[in-house]
């Protein structure tokens, strides 16, 4: 029902933003770009996966190699091979362009939807609000991708996860934006991603511990700065935070609150190869406690040999190439992610993923329906070195629709 609200609301809203702009007199407004224009698009895409052996089915639409069972038997998630269906990488955006007179210009508003169920709703082909921000000069308030991420090092390759090194997540923020020169580029921002904490052995050495959770109290500080060219780009992106939490134990009834720092790098590039048909990506990502911007695996805060909370190192690094024939589009990328466990984790914990993704996209209507069949390939490794695999072949098809208000003046 919320998510009906939303849509009925951005619709309205949409609506007057229209009448608005048609009712305003067009002796004031020499052109069509002083007007309010309104962009509506969607990506409606459809996977077919057959899964070799076995993914935790709440995460089967997104291949997530820490999601993988190194000891099937234990979650009964039932026997190796299995074909899944899904509409989850299906995606709405709404964007509004609204001029002002002021010297930073019109302000932009924007929603994404997504259908990739998560939370509660993992596994769950439902509505999920993605993005939605509105920016006015050098300002962006709302919930947007990370200034620490680097979409554009995102592969070309319709896995709707990503590569399990990559830092990839969105989050409440205020970001600035210094635009130096043509080639540079400097960005601030405070963000509200929130965390996760492995209790590991705790409970098992203090029955008394009722809870033992994360509390955000200050937002993260991130700068991000790019240098670009005619080669392509480098950027590199610093993250400080505050890791908060809570433990509540039965005999005094009371929660005791405790921070540690946690701090991470991010560096990424787009190279241009073979006259621009070619396009190498690569990302490195490291620090401490820096979990909770990583696509896949890991944990901020754990207890070490004292079962004291220690925050470990994490390490992770992505190498893709694209490469565009002259309708076929190929991507290989592989990755991985690494993380220091303490004593105090279980055996079971999460140590070291692999990830690896081949693909071919084919457009059957150039800008609006394509193809892509892929192959992809995850390892997951246990604290205690026990490990599993799994491969997966998926084929997809997406089609894509795009409506601006210049079409219905037009």
Request: net charge neutral.
């Amino acid at each position: 029902m919320r998510f009906f609200t939303i849509i009925v609301f951005l619709v309205f809203t949409l609506d007057l933003l229209a009448q608005i702009s048609e009712k305003t007199d067009d002796t004031n407004i020499p052109d069509k770009s002083d007007k309010v224009k309104i962009s509506i698009s969607a990506s409606v895409h459809t996977d077919i996966i057959y899964d070799a052996k076995q993914m935790d089915p709440d995460w089967y639409a997104g291949f997530r190699p820490s999601k993988i069972p190194v000891y099937p038997t234990d979650p009964g998630w039932g026997t190796n091979g299995k074909t899944y269906y899904s509409l989850q990488q299906s995606t709405f955006k709404f964007d509004a362009f609204i001029p002002v007179e002021h010297k930073w210009d019109r302000i932009r508003m924007h929603v994404t939807f997504d259908l990739y169920g998560t939370g509660i709703h993992a596994g769950e082909t439902v509505p999920r609000f993605r993005t939605g921000w509105g920016e006015w000069g050098p300002f962006i308030i709302g919930k947007e991708w990370s200034t620490f991420v680097d979409l554009h090092a995102f592969p070309n390759n319709y896995d709707w996860w990503g590569p399990s090194g990559m830092a990839l997540m969105s989050s409440p923020m205020i970001r600035y934006t210094n635009d130096i020169n043509d080639n540079n580029k400097l960005e601030l921002a405070l963000e509200v991603p929130g965390s996760d904490i492995d209790p590991g052995q705790l409970r098992q050495i203090d029955p008394s511990l009722i809870d033992f959770k994360t509390k955000e109290v200050l937002p993260d500080f991130i700068s991000r700065y790019t240098h670009k060219g005619n080669w392509g780009y480098i950027k590199g992106a610093l993250l400080l935070r505050q890791l908060s939490y809570e433990i509540l134990k039965q005999q005094d009834g009371e929660a005791r609150a405790e921070q540690k720092f946690g701090w991470a790098l991010n560096f990424t590039s787009n190279f241009k190869l073979f006259k621009e048909r070619g396009v190498l990506k690569l990302q490195t990502v490291f620090g401490h406690g820096y979990a909770g911007y990583n696509n896949d695996g890991g944990v901020e805060i754990t207890p070490d040999e004292n079962f004291k909370a220690t925050v470990p190192f994490q390490r992770g690094f992505v190498i893709a190439y694209d490469h565009h024939f002259n309708k076929i589009s190929t991507s290989f990328t592989y990755s991985e992610t690494n993380q220091d466990n303490s004593a105090g984790q279980l055996n079971s914990a999460f140590h070291r993923s692999k990830y690896f993704v081949a693909q071919i996209i084919y457009p059957l209507i150039e800008n609006t329906l394509t193809t892509g069949l892929n192959y992809q390939y995850g390892k997951r490794i246990n604290k205690n070195r026990d490990s599993a695999d799994d491969y997966r072949i998926m084929f997809s098809v997406r089609y894509l629709f795009k409506w601006d208000q210049d079409d219905k003046n037009n």
